[in-house]
Antibody, heavy 117, light 112 residues
Framework: QVTLKESGPGILQPSQTLSLTCTFSGFSLSTYGMGVGWIRQPSGKGLEWLANIWWDDDKYYNPSLKNRLTISKDTSNNQAFLKITNVDTADTATYYC?????????WGQGVMVTVSS | DVVMTQTPVSLSVSLGGQVSISCRSSQSLVHNNGNTYLSWYLQKPGQSPQLLIYKVSNRFSGISDRFSGSGSGTDFTLKISRVEPDDLGVYYCGQGTQYPYTFGAGTKLELK
């Protein structure tokens, strides 16, 4: 059974760096074709794809967030990470990680992040 | 970016009824490898999105055959037959053909 769970700081202040962790089980990020993606959803709004990381360490970032994103992985501990620098209130959202192969499934339960001064 | 346009924004349905949701992309979703990476997701209240349909018409593991997807190129449709209470929520289409992956704004399915 594949499961993913996100963790994060809950609340942080503008200009800080948001660090998120996705801890997963049931698959390995060292397996050919495997990937993990990060997606976020402001409350009551739609979905925005942020970044992908693949088994071979190939990475993709959504250009809309310019150079604020860094995605990485720890294959040994079955974790993927996302950092977002210089956050502001517009980054307030629920952040999801999901396994990415030829499909995006399953998704984690999500972690709410609030940016507030 | 590929813009995904979903219609309608909301739908009211009676239990046991049938509904269709449309999704249109601003560019063809046919990948260079010949596959069309158009998926449908359902987000139930308070939950994360779950995959229903991938590559236009393939039901994901465990998904009822009451859900069916069709379409090609830039026009796609999700049909739900014999609607059950557990089908209520927000439906999203999403494309994985071209970076950045993008989603429609969602269609809320409610009981009439």
């Amino acid at each position: 059974q594949v499961t993913l769970k996100e963790s994060g700081p809950g609340i942080l202040q503008p200009s800080q760096t948001l660090s998120l962790t996705c801890t997963f089980s049931g698959f390995s990020l060292s397996t050919y074709g495997m990937g993990v993606g990060w997606i976020r959803q402001p409350s009551g709004k739609g979905l925005e794809w942020l970044a992908n990381i693949w088994w071979d360490d190939d990475k993709y970032y959504n250009p809309s967030l310019k150079n604020r994103l860094t995605i990485s992985k720890d294959t040994s501990n079955n974790q993927a990470f996302l950092k977002i620098t210089n956050v502001d209130t517009a980054d307030t959202a629920t952040y999801y990680c999901a396994r990415r192969t030829t499909v995006v499934a399953p998704w984690g339960q999500g972690v709410m992040v609030t940016v507030s001064s | 970016d590929v813009v995904m346009t979903q219609t309608p924004v909301s739908l009211s349905v009676s239990l046991g009824g049938q509904v269709s949701i449309s999704c249109r992309s601003s560019q063809s979703l046919v990948h260079n490898n010949g596959n069309t990476y158009l998926s449908w997701y359902l987000q139930k209240p308070g939950q994360s999105p779950q995959l229903l349909i991938y590559k236009v018409s393939n039901r994901f593991s465990g998904i009822s055959d009451r859900f069916s997807g069709s379409g090609s190129g830039t026009d796609f449709t999700l049909k739900i037959s014999r609607v059950e209470p557990d089908d209520l929520g927000v439906y999203y289409c999403g494309q994985g053909t071209q970076y950045p992956y993008t989603f429609g704004a969602g269609t809320k399915l409610e009981l009439k």
